[in-house]
């Protein structure tokens, strides 16, 4: 895989940069949503406030109901009293059966819906009944199946209505006395419906003005079977002929409808319950919030579509709404946390790409008693539209900075392909084809990773190159230094074999004597530096007085050489002069020392050695008069088959003396140099060896 596509693989990471937005943008969007709720919570505390006040809505000699009530919710459309329930279609509250009945003996079930529409009370009764019996009005006892409307009049004084039909019809309820079903009253128009007979029963519509059951309401279904059973069947919504009070009736409030109205701002909805969470009064002001929405939704669809597609695709689901609507009564666990006296606040979506929906409740006190709740809902149109905006802006920058990145790895990623391709390429054409090392290998000066290889690679061929030619060197200068002493035995050898009868032989006997010490002196040379290199490798380290050591070798010079040539300088006051190392070689590489000093120096001049200390380092001084060093040979004195020697001398030199001096400096973790004094009057030598403690 090359270099360019791992590069762009690993910029594949950048895609985490999306996911960073997007993350950021949810963080702000809860951020905005919780100071929303609590926005909200306090509007919520306002209107309890505001509620708990107001005798009229919450009268404080209304106590808290024992028993379930009749809930009738606001019909969105007239009604028909025509037996269908066409009318009845739209309307959110669904049917509950009754829960009162003469037992398991009864063949009928009854269950019901009731809504309010202008201060009319709308029953909508479905009977199941198999055996239907249609009433007799010829008869004078009581016959055939009906309905019983229980009301309430004055201080809890019922008032009982029969309802029935010989036929599917309309009727008007009649009055009974008491709980005598054979026992008719006149007729009450006010009470009117429609008798429908269906597949399964009967159907009934009725109709009553709603201040008649105001303080309650019951009804019953009596069943009549042809049977010879004369038992009583029924079912409703309490005991017959019980003696407690009339099932409660709760619906909707106008008069608390039309207060809402003023603490309702647009985009909200309130709804306002009892203790036991039915729906009285409810305001929603949340159509121009959602038209504003789609408005401005509609300016912009691609950043509309941009948004619910990232959300899709990133898995933001939907949340039920902690409040449940059950038929006009509201439950849940916020529902539950309210009643009991605690205000609190949630959200919901009710699907992925839909706008989630805040809302607070808080509950309605009066002296210590809880008598409500007050719930507010508020559509988060606002804080989508930041956070959509704040969304689109974070994508489309973090579109440019992925196309920048990008680009700029891609150019990155060729540019560094390109110069490691120019760096194999110059690595395959470094050697000739006749084995020599090209000097043209690309010095690299950029400070990075590639540019350090470059030039490593450009060291290494130097040093090769450098080898090389002190191979070629060595061929040709044990070439020349031999073929001088092998003439000399080749001559005297063929001068002898010549020689006439009475000359002497013994000057061409010490011509060959000299030419053969001439070789050996050459091959003790060149085994010199392997046999240094061999003591380098195997010789255990001491610990060395350098001071002690220097001043033995200066005897032994002194009597080899001109009595007090060499003259001893020692300057180590501040430590001892003392190293770890190898005493041999170290004196091996001062005999090289003195012996170059030596040659190079005019008789009689003195050779000073100076011995001094520079903190944790021994400076070890050989200094000379005489020639100076050559410039084009400063650098390059002290490699192998260097030397300033005239080679025509009697003495060979293979330039090794200064290349041992350097072995042992570095077997001792030193370094060794070569300068002109500053007189320019001869050269000095100095090698710096680390001090031991």
């Known amino acids: 895989m090359s270099l360019r596509i791992q590069l762009l693989l690993v910029s594949l990471l950048m895609l985490v940069l999306p996911w960073a937005a997007y993350r950021y943008v949810q963080e702000m969007e809860t951020a905005l949503r ?29 106590g808290t109901p024992l028993q379930q009530p009749l809930y009738a919710g606001l019909l969105p459309h007239p009604i028909t009293l025509d037996g269908y329930t066409d009318d009845w279609v739209n309307y959110p509250h669904e049917y509950r059966h009754a829960t009162f009945g003469s037992g398991n003996e009864t063949s009928a079930t009854l269950r019901y819906r009731l809504g309010l529409r202008e201060q009319t009370l709308y029953l909508l009764l479905e009977i199941e009944d198999q055996d239907k019996v249609y009433y007799r009005p010829v008869e004078s006892r009581a016959n055939g199946d009906r309905v019983v409307l229980r009301l309430v009049h004055g201080e809890e004084k019922f008032s009982h209505y029969l309802i029935a039909s010989s036929a599917s019809g309309r009727f008007n309820a009649r009055a009974l006395t008491g709980y005598r079903l054979d026992q008719l009253g006149a007729l009450n128009y006010r009470i009117s419906g429609h008798w429908l007979e269906t597949a399964e029963g009967y159907r009934l519509e009725i109709a009553l003005p709603l201040a008649s059951a105001a303080n309650g309401l019951d009804f019953f279904y009596i069943d009549i079977d042809r049977d010879t059973d004369k038992r009583l069947r029924w079912q409703g919504t309490t005991r017959w002929r019980g003696t407690g009070a009339a099932t409660p009736l709760v619906h909707p409030s106008p008069q608390l409808s039309t207060a809402l109205e003023t603490y309702t701002p647009p ?9 036991q969470g039915w729906q009285l009064a409810e305001q929603d002001h949340r159509a121009s919030a959602a038209a504003r929405y789609i408005d401005q939704q509609s300016q912009n669809l691609w950043d509309a579509a941009l948004v619910r597609i990232v959300r899709w695709v990133l898995g933001e689901q ?71 905006l704040a969304f689109t802006r974070l994508f489309y920058f973090t579109l440019l900075a992925l196309f920048v990145a990008a680009l700029g790895l891609l150019s990155y990623s060729s540019i560094l392909s390109w110069r490691v391709r120019r760096l194999r390429n110059a690595a395959e054409n470094a050697v000739a084809a006749d084995g020599t090392i090209r000097d043209d290998f690309p010095r690299s000066r950029v400070p990075d990773e590639i540019g350090d290889l470059s030039r490593s690679y450009a060291d290494l061929l130097d040093e090769l190159r450098e080898y090389t030619s002190y191979l070629r060197r060595l061929a040709s200068i044990l070439s020349h ?35 053969t010490e001439r070789l050996g002196r050459l091959l003790s040379a060149m085994s010199e530096a392997s046999n240094v290199e061999q003591a380098i490798q195997t010789g255990e380290s001491e610990l060395i007085r350098m001071d002690e050591l220097l001043a033995s070798c200066v005897k032994g010079y002194n009597s080899v050489y001109t009595p007090d040539r060499i003259a001893l300088e020692l300057d180590v006051s501040g430590g001892a002069a003392q190293i770890d190392g190898q005493a041999d070689l170290i004196v091996q590489m001062l005999d090289k020392l003195i012996d170059n000093a030596v040659e190079f120096s005019p008789p009689e001049e003195p050779i000073r050695i100076h011995l001094g200390r520079s903190e944790e380092t021994l400076q070890l001084a050989v200094r000379n008069r005489g020639p100076l060093l050559p410039d084009h040979l400063r650098n390059r004195l002290f490699d192998p088959m260097v030397t ?20 042992i400096a570095a077997k001792h ?4 140099e070569a300068r002109n004094l500053p007189d320019n009057s001869g050269v000095e030598m100095t090698v710096r060896l680390p001090a031991s403690s």
């Open 267 to 275: 985009g909200h909805r309130l709804r306002v319950t009892d203790v």
């Open 669 to 672: 973790g030193g370094a060794v």
């Open 481 to 515: 230094e031999l073929r001088t002493p092998l003439a000399v035995v080749k001559s005297s050898l063929e001068n002898l074999q010549q020689l006439r009868e009475g000359e002497s032989i013994q000057a061409y006997v010490e011509r060959a004597h000299d030419g």
């Open 318 to 388: 939907g949340k039920r709404s902690p409040i449940e609507n059950r038929s006009g009564q509201l439950g849940g666990e916020l529902m539950n946390q309210v009643l009991a006296g605690a205000d609190g606040s949630d959200w919901y979506r009710p699907q992925r790409t839909d706008l989630p929906v805040i809302l607070a409740a808080a509950p309605i006190q009066r002296e210590g008693r809880i008598v409500g709740a007050v719930i507010v809902e508020q559509s988060s149109d606002l804080v989508a539209a930041l956070t959509g």
């Open 34 to 62: 919780e100071g929303q709720e609590q926005a909200l919570l306090a509007t919520g505390r306002a209107v309890a406030l505001t509620l708990a006040n107001n005798e009229t809505f919450f009268p404080t000699d209304k």
């Open 644 to 663: 300033v020697r005239d080679q025509r001398e009697a003495n060979p030199h293979l330039g090794l003396g200064l290349y041992i001096v350097k072995l």
